[in-house]
């Protein structure tokens, strides 16, 4: 199973978002914007890519839009009504309101200001908007029987969101662009831990760290105080909707507090009662503070912007002017800065991102005057278009408010998702290069940033759903258990008595332990063991109350545990063509399989030391005899001493009444056990095989702990 991914923009660059994702049989294509800084037919994805013969709706089974901004959805109206694609799009209910305003202010820049006439109308953009499908967050909406979509918050602007998309055992996330920072208006992204295949990111600020907002602020505040006690003009491009809201309520408050009121602020391109109409209609997208001061007070009924008039521009004085749009690539943002850049007083405060390609990108580019330099700026000499050169003596600053998450933010996503795969979009190629390392590098999940038209194939690994016997899972977890609170250094007072094998990580019976000592020396083993019963029955009590202990600091949270069972397949009776997968205790498969008789066969690696168990004996028996035969018998490993040393461990540990059998070689070397229908052969080196019928599970059971237990 395999998910590509193509972005036919945003590919190792920022602008004309459009990212094709093939999940399963699906093909989903992920916003549909416009290039900011082209003006021929490069401003729009290449659509070919999807089909030669513009059979779009037959190869793509929705468009999902994430947000409003036009290199997001400038290029929709295009590929439905001008294209030819009929098939659904999704985006939220804010974003549906939205996008036909900006997109309409876009056309009228482009066909009524510019004169192009290979452009989408306004009935184009109506129609577009019929066939759109609004979602609300966290709601998952059917595609169709396979494919499924979820929205979640992503901050950014208002409507904004994340779009999570599933189509069977596959999944990807697509973020769009995202803030994991709240701010004065708006939340931050969140996601549910979906894990998905694929998370594809924005990476606008792959290497970008924010300092301080707060300090960005003062920042700001200050600089246009300064401008306009000189009697200077402040020009700030924005967008009409999204980050000029927030700087709205920071320098609104600000006039207030500094009575300002005299020095005029204006907001350009009549959207500034449209957009506090849509504030109000979906308040419930703002964060926390909007939505309890909304009774009292509307936060984005500004007290002292006031609407801009064309012929103001050339007024006296000084004065504040937030003007679209926001790179400076037209429109009344652009004009106005024409006029106001030759004047040494005047400033322009760049509060966002700039596409290569803009005049605002140029500016920024050229750093006349960086954020912290407060010299006369040097005059520069700027080319609009390819006609227009204009000289530049105006402060240029960049005060970054952008809504996209920065490199901090980006990590805390990822680990927020916690994807398989990773893909970076909408980015510069040399800043996602250096992301994708840090990604690699500190998370270990692989990462990509593939070139517009380059195809990305991810392999993606298929869920099997597997029954686990609850007995099963219950011993797993406490063996786990026991070895976990051992390996985190749990203390155990009891006197200090090896209770606690260290080899086995497992909790062992002190009586046994003590025994261990006296495998060769029968006579006086049995001598001393009955001397010793009451002392070892009064620490077994203490062995007891220890496991108790040791159960209760058990009882942790546990995330992963490795199982191991027998795995059984038996078809399901409500499907003839597929299998239901049981994993097993090894005493349950028979009676699970009902089959009468079974035989089973495990495999074990011993790994225990010869020389441990001679010791003992050497410690226990003073004949010099013995000395020498065990010193003898310390080369190498020796079969005949290692199956000599299992059988009479399984005879003290096992019941009583249970017959051992030894099978010898012509050298009356033991070289295999035989218990009941147990049977425990040596294949090599330390390598045993364990067999046995069905009817003898808890036997074999038993006897492969004990030998675990002593390996």
Known sequence: MTIKVVPLGAGQDVGRSCVIVTIGNKNIMFDCGMHMGMNDARRFPDFSYISKNGQFTKVIDCVIITHFHLDHCGALPFFTEMCGYDGPIYMTLPTKAICPILLEDYRKITVEKKGETNFFTAQMIKDCMKKVIPVNLHQTIKVDEELSIKAYYAGHVLGAAMFYAKVGDESVVYTGDYNMTPDRHLGSAWIDQVKPDVLITETTYATTIRDSKRGRERDFLKRIHECVEKGGKVLIPVF?????????????????????????????????????????????????????????????????????????????????????????HAGASLEVFKKWAPNELNMTIIPGYCVVGTVGNKLLTTNSTSATNDQKPQSQMVEIDKKTTIEVKCKIHNLSFSAHADAKGILQLIKMSNPRNVILVHGEKEKMGFLSQKIIKEMGVNCYYPANGVTIIIDTMKSIPIDISLNLLKRQILDYSYQYNNNNNFNFNNNNNNNFDNNTNKLIDIKNNTSTLFINNNNKKKQQQENKDEENDKMEEESFISSNNLLKKARLPISTIPIQGLMVSKQDQSSSNSNQLKLLGMNEVSKELSIKEIEMQYSLNLNFNNNNNNNNNNNNNNNNNNNNNNNNNNDGNNISLNFEFLANELQRLLPIGINIERLEDCFFKPISLKIKSVSIQHISNMNIIVKWLHKDDNLATHIISILKSIS
Not at 253 to 276: D, R, T
Not at 306 to 328: E, I, N, Y
């Open 240 to 328: 009409a909707l999204g980050r000029v809201q927030e700087l709205c309520i920071l320098i609104d408050s600000y006039w207030e507090q500094m009575n300002l009121g005299h020095i005029p602020i204006y907001f350009s391109a009549g959207l500034a009662e449209k957009a506090n109409l849509y504030y109000k209609l979906f308040i419930n997208w703002t964060n926390q503070k909007i939505k309890q001061t909304f009774v009292k007070r509307n936060m984005f009924d500004f007290k002292h912007i006031k609407p801009f008039q064309s012929h103001l521009v050339d007024a006296p004085g000084a004065m504040v002017l937030f003007a679209t749009p926001g790179m400076l």
